[in-house]
Structure formats: C-alpha cells, structure tokens
Nanobody, 124 residues
Framework: QVQVTESGGGPVQTGGSLRLSCVVS????????VAWFRQAPGKERGFVAA????????IYENSVKGRFTVSADTSRSTMYLQMNNLKPEDTALYSC?????????????????WGQGTQVTVSS
C-alpha cells in the first residue's frame, strides 16, 4: 500500500511563493513518478507537473513553466513543488499523485495513489 500526503498550501498574495510537499510512503519502486494536479472551483482537474524519482524525466504544464519547479528528495520520500510568482489563476486545490505511468505523465488516470490535497489561494 502506498500513502500520499501533501502539505504546504495556504493564502499568498500575487507574486508570492509557496512550496508544497508530497510525502510518498509505502511500497514504491524505481519506476514511480509523482505528479501534481490542481482543481479550481467549477473547473476540471488539470495537470501541473510531474517527475520521476530519479529526476530523469520532468514535465510542466505550459502556464507554470518558468514559475514552478519540482524536485525530489528520495532520502525523505518527498517531492516538492516550488511555486514562484503566483497568480490569482493559480488558486486551486493542489493534489499529489503517485504511480507508474505507462503512456502519459499528464493523465490523472495513470496514477493510482492520491493525497487529500492542499489548498492554495492567491489574492490580487
């Protein structure tokens, strides 16, 4: 069994920064990838970023490129999402997911384990 736990969300002003953490514990393997998705009220869940634990493959959604950075600390089984220059449109519930994607890192269907999410609210 794999457990996923997020933390680090909160309120922030436009232009500010937050760092989200995602701890993945349990029976994982070297093929695992960890991804962030977000869902704003009234909108579908959307892909934000994903990385393999060895960081050999990292991808971002276009609107966050250059502002968000993912990194992994394998010794702590933790993935981080550093979010800089936040905008009101980044406001959403951010969820971390873990799994072994076979086709697309961007699809939520590829991930079998999810956390409860952490809210990020960016005020203008």
């Amino acid at each position: 069994q794999v457990q996923v736990t997020e933390s680090g969300g909160g309120p922030v002003q436009t232009g500010g920064s937050l760092r989200l953490s995602c701890v993945v514990s349990g029976r994982t393997n070297s093929n695992y990838a960890v991804a962030w998705f977000r869902q704003a009220p009234g909108k579908e869940r959307g892909f934000v970023a994903a990385t393999t634990w060895d960081a050999t493959s990292t991808i971002y959604e276009n609107s966050v490129k250059g502002r968000f950075t993912v990194s992994a600390d394998t010794s702590r089984s933790t993935m981080y999402l550093q979010m800089n220059n936040l905008k009101p449109e980044d406001t959403a519930l951010y969820s971390c997911a873990a799994g072994s994607p076979r086709s697309s890192f961007r699809s939520p269907m590829e991930y079998g384990y999810w956390g409860q999410g952490t809210q990020v609210t960016v005020s203008s």
